[in-house]
C-alpha cells in the first residue's frame, strides 16, 4: 500500500503534477490527484517521512534530471517537477523535526536594491526547493541592510542575490559589505546571479559562488552544502 | 489525407487597380506585339482559336506572329481547372492545389548541374598551434542519377518537402537524350514518395514516362486520380516567344490531359523591362499565352500558373536572386494568378552565393518569407539552390527544410479563439495564484503539441558557428536511414514495359557497391 502512494508520488513528480488541476504531460491526469493531495495522503496513512521524501520526491526528481539531459525534457517540465517537489516540502516541512530529518540548508534569496527583476530568481527558488532547500524570499529592491538583517534573523547557510541590470549589480557589493559591517560575513555563502553578473564580477565583490542560470545555481549551492 | 501546407492571411503588394493595369497591359503587349510562335501547329491552334496569324517568313517558313485577342484569353482562364490535383506515390503526400485559398506548399526546383558535398575538417591556429577548430570545406561535384536518388530521399525525410521538383541534372556517361526522362522520372519516384515533378527532355520519351507513372500509380485510372507526376515546360522564350520544340511537347502533355506547369522565367532587365509594371505585365502575357494554347488544345487541362521572373545583375546580367526585386516580381505574380483562379507555382528561396553561409541565408529568407506570405500554392526553388540555381547543396536543403518550418508557423493565420482565450484567462487566474508567478509549466503542453516552435536544432553552442556542421550530421543521419523504394513487383514490371532505365537503379541503394 504504501509502496503503490510512493510509486504515485514518484510518477507525479515525474508529470510535474502540484496538485489535482494539473495537467500533466501524459493525457487523462487532470482532476486525479498530484503530489500535494498524494503527500497528504500519505502523511495520513502513515507512511513515514523519509520513504516519502527519499522514493517518492527525490526518485522523481533524479528521473526528471535524468530525461532532462537525455534532452527529452525541457526547462519548463523541470520547474513543473521542482515546484510540485518544492510544494510537497512545504507540506512536510513541520514533520521533518520530528522525523529526525534535516533539511539540506536553508537559502534567503533577494533581488537588490533598485530592481524588481524577479524571474530568474522565481526560477533558483523553485530549482532549490525541488532539490529540498527551504527558500524564503525577501522580495525585490532590497536594501543591503534590510538583507543583512533578515541574515541575521532566519541564520541561513546561503543568500542568494540576483539583479538585471548593470547599474544594480553594484548594490551586490554593498549588500556584502552590510554583511561585514554586520559581523555576518562568515556566516552565510554568498551565491550571485543575473543577466549583467559574472564569475569575475562574484569575486570581485567577494562572493562566494556564481551561478549563469539556475541550474548552475542549484550546483553551486550544493557544492558548498 | 492530403499534404496541408500552410494557409496564410495573403500580403497584397498590389491593389486591386494595380492588377488590372498588368492585366490590361498583358492584353495589349498580346495584340501588339503579339507573340512570336515558332511551332506551325500552336500558330493553326492559335488561328482556329480566334488569334489573327501572320507569317513572318516566306513561304515554309517556321515563325508566325500571333495577335491573340482578349476573349481567346478569357475563355482559356475559364476553362483551366482552378483546382489541380498533384499526386503521389502515397497518397497521403498528395497536393490538392486550389486558387482559392492562399495555401503554400514548398519545393524543390532548378536542374542544377552541379552538387555541392560539405565535409567537415579539423584545422589548426597558426597563432595558437595548440588550437584546433572544424570548418566546412566544400567541393564541387556532377550531377548524377545517383545523387538525384539521394535529394529525393531526403525529400522523403524533410517534412517541409511538400513537392519533389527534381532539383539535380543528370550528366552520368551513360545518359543521353533518349534515356534522360525515364531514368530522371525513377530516379526520383523510386526514392521518394512525393509529388514529382521534372521537365521533359525529349517529346519520344513522353508515353514511356507516362506508362512508367501509371504502372507506379497502379493502372491508367489510378494514374488519372493520383497524377504522381506533373511537367514544366519553359514554352516562353522572353520577350515574348513560343519556342517550337517545347511547345510541342505542351501540346502534347496538354492533349493527355498531364498536370502541367506554364513557365514563364524572364530577366528584368535583359528580356523584360526591368521596371515592375513592365515585367509583371510580360511575364502575365506570357504565361497566359501557354495557358491558352492548353485548353485550346485540351479544354480542361490541369495548369499551373509558373512565375519565374528574375532580376539581371548589372555586372555580368546573370540572375541576381538576392536582390529585393526577385521578391517583388514574384509576389506580384501570385496576385495575377489569384486573379486569374489559376493555382500559382513561384518562386522562392535562391541565393547568388556559392556555398552556405551568412550571404546564402540571408538572401534566400529574403525571397522566402514575403512570397510564402503573399500565398502561390506551390512554390518552388525552396530547397538547397545555390550558385544562381547552378548548384544543389543537400546540407543545405536541411538548413532550407528548418527554416521552412519556422517560416510556416510565422505566416500561418492567428488562431484566436474562444476556446483558446478561455484557456488562457484559466492560466492567468491560476499563475496569479502563486508566489512565483510565472507561467512555465504552461508551456509543456504546447510545446509537446506542436503549437509552438521547437528549439532551433543547429545552434552553437560556443564561440564558433557550427550550424553548417550540425545540419551535416542531420543530413548523414537521413541518407543513413533506409531508402522507401517502390516495391519489387511493381519494378519488376517497370523494367519490362518501359526502355531506356538503367539496369543499377533496380538495385535497392542499400545493395549497391559504392
Same mark, same amino acid.
Given at each position: 500500500?504504501?509502496?503503490?502512494? *510512493?510509486?504515485? *508520488?514518484?510518477?507525479?513528480?515525474?508529470?510535474?503534477?502540484?496538485?489535482?488541476?494539473?495537467?500533466?504531460?501524459?493525457?487523462?491526469?487532470?482532476?486525479?490527484?498530484?503530489?500535494?493531495?498524494?503527500?497528504?495522503?500519505?502523511?495520513?496513512?502513515?507512511?513515514?517521512?523519509?520513504?516519502?521524501?527519499?522514493?517518492?520526491?527525490?526518485?522523481?526528481?533524479?528521473?526528471?534530471?535524468?530525461?532532462?539531459?537525455?534532452?527529452?525534457?525541457? *526547462?519548463?517540465?523541470?520547474?513543473?517537477?521542482?515546484?510540485?517537489?518544492?510544494?510537497?516540502?512545504? #507540506?512536510?516541512?513541520?514533520?521533518?523535526?520530528?522525523?529526525?530529518?534535516?533539511?539540506?540548508?536553508?537559502?534567503?534569496?533577494?533581488?537588490?536594491?533598485?530592481?524588481?527583476?524577479? #524571474?530568474?530568481?522565481? #526560477?533558483?527558488?523553485?530549482?532549490?526547493?525541488?532539490?529540498?532547500?527551504?527558500?524564503?524570499?525577501?522580495?525585490?529592491?532590497?536594501?543591503?541592510?534590510?538583507?543583512?538583517?533578515?541574515?541575521?534573523?532566519?541564520?541561513?547557510?546561503?543568500?542568494?542575490?540576483?539583479?538585471?541590470?548593470?547599474?544594480?549589480?553594484?548594490?551586490?557589493?554593498?549588500?556584502?559589505?552590510?554583511?561585514?559591517?554586520?559581523?555576518?560575513?562568515?556566516?552565510?555563502?554568498?551565491? #550571485?546571479?543575473?543577466?549583467?553578473?559574472?564569475?569575475?564580477?562574484?569575486?570581485?565583490?567577494?562572493?562566494?559562488?556564481?551561478?549563469?542560470?539556475?541550474?548552475?545555481?542549484?550546483?553551486?549551492?550544493?557544492?558548498?552544502? | 489525407?492530403?499534404?496541408?501546407?500552410?494557409?496564410?492571411?495573403?500580403?497584397?503588394?498590389?491593389?486591386?487597380?494595380?492588377?488590372?493595369?498588368?492585366?490590361?497591359?498583358?492584353?495589349?503587349?498580346?495584340?501588339?506585339?503579339?507573340?512570336?510562335?515558332?511551332?506551325?501547329?500552336?500558330?493553326?491552334?492559335?488561328?482556329?482559336?480566334?488569334?489573327?496569324?501572320?507569317?513572318?517568313?516566306?513561304?515554309?517558313?517556321?515563325?508566325?506572329?500571333?495577335?491573340?485577342?482578349?476573349?481567346?484569353?478569357?475563355?482559356?482562364?475559364?476553362?483551366?481547372?482552378?483546382?489541380?490535383?498533384?499526386?503521389?506515390?502515397?497518397?497521403?503526400?498528395?497536393?490538392?492545389?486550389?486558387?482559392?485559398?492562399?495555401?503554400?506548399?514548398?519545393?524543390?526546383?532548378?536542374?542544377?548541374?552541379?552538387?555541392?558535398?560539405?565535409?567537415?575538417?579539423?584545422?589548426?591556429?597558426?597563432?595558437?598551434?595548440?588550437?584546433?577548430?572544424?570548418?566546412?570545406?566544400?567541393?564541387?561535384?556532377?550531377?548524377?542519377?545517383?545523387?538525384?536518388?539521394?535529394?529525393?530521399?531526403?525529400?522523403?525525410?524533410?517534412?517541409?518537402?511538400?513537392?519533389?521538383?527534381?532539383?539535380?541534372?543528370?550528366?552520368?556517361?551513360?545518359?543521353?537524350?533518349?534515356?534522360?526522362?525515364?531514368?530522371?522520372?525513377?530516379?526520383?519516384?523510386?526514392?521518394?514518395?512525393?509529388?514529382?515533378?521534372?521537365?521533359?527532355?525529349?517529346?519520344?520519351?513522353?508515353?514511356?514516362?507516362?506508362?512508367?507513372?501509371?504502372?507506379?500509380?497502379?493502372?491508367?485510372?489510378?494514374?488519372?486520380?493520383?497524377?504522381?507526376?506533373?511537367?514544366?515546360?519553359?514554352?516562353?522564350?522572353?520577350?515574348?516567344?513560343?519556342?517550337?520544340?517545347?511547345?510541342?511537347?505542351?501540346?502534347?502533355?496538354?492533349?493527355?490531359?498531364?498536370?502541367?506547369?506554364?513557365?514563364?522565367?524572364?530577366?528584368?532587365?535583359?528580356?523584360?523591362?526591368?521596371?515592375?509594371?513592365?515585367?509583371?505585365?510580360?511575364?502575365?502575357?506570357?504565361?497566359?499565352?501557354?495557358?491558352?494554347?492548353?485548353?485550346?488544345?485540351?479544354?480542361?487541362?490541369?495548369?499551373?500558373?509558373?512565375?519565374?521572373?528574375?532580376?539581371?545583375?548589372?555586372?555580368?546580367?546573370?540572375?541576381?536572386?538576392?536582390?529585393?526585386?526577385?521578391?517583388?516580381?514574384?509576389?506580384?505574380?501570385?496576385?495575377?494568378?489569384?486573379?486569374?483562379?489559376?493555382?500559382?507555382?513561384?518562386?522562392?528561396?535562391?541565393?547568388?552565393?556559392?556555398?552556405?553561409?551568412?550571404?546564402?541565408?540571408?538572401?534566400?529568407?529574403?525571397?522566402?518569407?514575403?512570397?510564402?506570405?503573399?500565398?502561390?500554392?506551390?512554390?518552388?526553388?525552396?530547397?538547397?539552390?545555390?550558385?544562381?540555381?547552378?548548384?544543389?547543396?543537400?546540407?543545405?536543403?536541411?538548413?532550407?527544410?528548418?527554416?521552412?518550418?519556422?517560416?510556416?508557423?510565422?505566416?500561418?493565420?492567428?488562431?484566436?479563439?474562444?476556446?483558446?482565450?478561455?484557456?488562457?484567462?484559466?492560466?492567468?487566474?491560476?499563475?496569479?495564484?502563486?508566489?512565483?508567478?510565472?507561467?512555465?509549466?504552461?508551456?509543456?503542453?504546447?510545446?509537446?503539441?506542436?503549437?509552438?516552435?521547437?528549439?532551433?536544432?543547429?545552434?552553437?553552442?560556443?564561440?564558433?558557428?557550427?550550424?553548417?556542421?550540425?545540419?551535416?550530421?542531420?543530413?548523414?543521419?537521413?541518407?543513413?536511414?533506409?531508402?522507401?523504394?517502390?516495391?519489387?513487383?511493381?519494378?519488376?514490371?517497370?523494367?519490362?514495359?518501359?526502355?531506356?532505365?538503367?539496369?543499377?537503379?533496380?538495385?535497392?541503394?542499400?545493395?549497391?557497391?559504392?
Amino acid at each position: 500500500m504504501s509502496e503503490d502512494i *510512493i510509486s504515485l *508520488i514518484r510518477e507525479n513528480v515525474i508529470q510535474g503534477r502540484v496538485n489535482a488541476d494539473d495537467e500533466g504531460m501524459d493525457e487523462g491526469l487532470a482532476g486525479q490527484p498530484g503530489v500535494n493531495e498524494l503527500v497528504e495522503k500519505a502523511l495520513a496513512e502513515g507512511v513515514s517521512v523519509a520513504d516519502i521524501i527519499n522514493k517518492g520526491l527525490t526518485a522523481g526528481m533524479s528521473e526528471v534530471g535524468k530525461k532532462f539531459e537525455a534532452k527529452e525534457y525541457f *526547462i519548463p517540465d523541470m520547474l513543473a517537477s521542482a515546484e510540485a517537489v518544492g510544494s510537497a516540502m512545504e #507540506i512536510l516541512e513541520p514533520h521533518l523535526a520530528r522525523s529526525g530529518i534535516a533539511a539540506k540548508g536553508t537559502v534567503l534569496v533577494a533581488t537588490v536594491k533598485g530592481d524588481l527583476h524577479d #524571474i530568474g530568481k522565481h #526560477i533558483v527558488s523553485i530549482l532549490l526547493r525541488g532539490a529540498g532547500y527551504i527558500v524564503k524570499d525577501l522580495g525585490n529592491d532590497v536594501e543591503p541592510q534590510a538583507i543583512a538583517e533578515a541574515v541575521k534573523a532566519e541564520k541561513p547557510q546561503f543568500l542568494g542575490l540576483s539583479a538585471l541590470l548593470t547599474s544594480t549589480m553594484v548594490h551586490m557589493g554593498e549588500t556584502v559589505e552590510a554583511l561585514k559591517e554586520s559581523g555576518l560575513r562568515d556566516s552565510v555563502k554568498v551565491i #550571485i546571479g543575473g543577466a549583467p553578473v559574472s564569475e569575475d564580477f562574484a569575486r570581485s565583490i567577494g562572493a562566494d559562488g556564481y551561478g549563469a542560470d539556475g541550474f548552475q545555481a542549484v550546483a553551486m549551492v550544493q557544492s558548498l552544502t | 489525407m492530403p499534404r496541408h501546407g500552410v494557409l496564410v492571411e495573403p500580403y497584397r503588394r498590389l491593389n486591386g487597380a494595380q492588377i488590372e493595369k498588368a492585366h490590361r497591359a498583358s492584353l495589349d503587349m498580346l495584340l501588339a506585339p503579339g507573340i512570336i510562335c515558332y511551332n506551325r501547329e500552336a500558330a493553326e491552334v492559335f488561328g482556329d482559336g480566334g488569334a489573327e496569324v501572320m507569317p513572318l517568313d516566306e513561304a515554309g517558313g517556321r515563325r508566325w506572329l500571333l495577335k491573340i485577342p482578349e476573349r481567346v484569353i478569357s475563355e482559356a482562364v475559364a476553362a483551366a481547372p482552378t483546382v489541380v490535383k498533384l499526386g503521389a506515390r502515397d497518397e497521403d503526400n498528395s497536393l490538392v492545389l486550389d486558387s482559392r485559398e492562399p495555401r503554400v506548399r514548398f519545393a524543390s526546383g532548378s536542374e542544377a548541374n552541379n552538387w555541392l558535398d560539405v565535409d567537415v575538417e579539423p584545422f589548426v591556429s597558426k597563432r595558437d598551434p595548440g588550437k584546433e577548430m572544424a570548418f566546412p570545406v566544400f567541393s564541387v561535384q556532377k550531377g548524377t542519377v545517383e545523387r538525384l536518388e539521394r535529394a529525393a530521399h531526403l525529400c522523403e525525410h524533410l517534412d517541409s518537402w511538400d513537392g519533389f521538383l527534381r532539383p539535380v541534372n543528370i550528366q552520368d556517361g551513360d545518359i543521353n537524350d533518349a534515356n534522360k526522362d525515364v531514368n530522371k522520372f525513377f530516379a526520383s519516384l523510386n526514392n521518394t514518395s512525393r509529388h514529382v515533378m521534372a521537365g521533359l527532355t525529349d517529346l519520344g520519351q513522353l508515353d514511356n514516362v507516362v506508362r512508367m507513372a501509371e504502372l507506379i500509380a497502379g493502372g491508367e485510372d489510378r494514374f488519372r486520380e493520383n497524377p504522381i507526376i506533373s511537367f514544366i515546360t519553359s514554352v516562353i522564350k522572353s520577350p515574348l516567344q513560343l519556342v517550337g520544340d517545347t511547345t510541342q511537347k505542351l501540346i502534347e502533355i496538354a492533349r493527355r490531359g498531364i498536370p502541367v506547369v506554364i513557365s514563364s522565367a524572364p530577366q528584368g532587365g535583359s528580356t523584360a523591362p526591368i521596371i515592375e509594371a513592365g515585367i509583371v505585365a510580360q511575364v502575365n502575357a506570357e504565361i497566359l499565352t501557354g495557358v491558352a494554347l492548353t485548353q485550346m488544345v485540351n479544354s480542361g487541362t490541369p495548369v499551373l500558373y509558373g512565375s519565374v521572373p528574375g532580376r539581371a545583375n548589372m555586372d555580368d546580367l546573370s540572375d541576381s536572386y538576392g536582390a529585393p526585386e526577385f521578391s517583388q516580381y514574384n509576389i506580384d505574380c501570385v496576385q495575377m494568378a489569384r486573379y486569374y483562379g489559376l493555382p500559382s507555382y513561384s518562386s522562392a528561396g535562391v541565393s547568388d552565393a556559392d556555398v552556405p553561409g551568412i550571404q546564402a541565408s540571408v538572401e534566400r529568407l529574403f525571397s522566402h518569407i514575403p512570397v510564402a506570405m503573399s500565398g502561390p500554392q506551390y512554390l518552388h526553388y525552396a530547397f538547397g539552390l545555390l550558385e544562381r540555381t547552378n548548384t544543389f547543396c543537400p546540407v543545405q536543403a536541411v538548413l532550407d527544410n528548418t527554416h521552412i518550418g519556422m517560416l510556416k508557423r510565422l505566416v500561418a493565420q492567428p488562431t484566436i479563439s474562444d476556446s483558446e482565450v478561455s484557456e488562457c484567462l484559466e492560466q492567468v487566474r491560476r499563475v496569479m495564484g502563486t508566489s512565483h508567478k510565472l507561467y512555465v509549466r504552461f508551456v509543456r503542453r504546447a510545446l509537446r503539441s506542436g503549437e509552438i516552435s521547437p528549439p532551433y536544432p543547429f545552434e552553437s553552442t560556443g564561440l564558433t558557428d557550427d550550424t553548417l556542421l550540425r545540419a551535416k550530421e542531420r543530413m548523414d543521419e537521413i541518407m543513413a536511414l533506409p531508402r522507401r523504394h517502390i516495391d519489387e513487383e511493381t519494378v519488376e514490371r517497370v523494367y519490362q514495359q518501359v526502355p531506356g532505365l538503367l539496369p543499377r537503379l533496380r538495385v535497392p541503394a542499400s545493395k549497391r557497391e559504392v
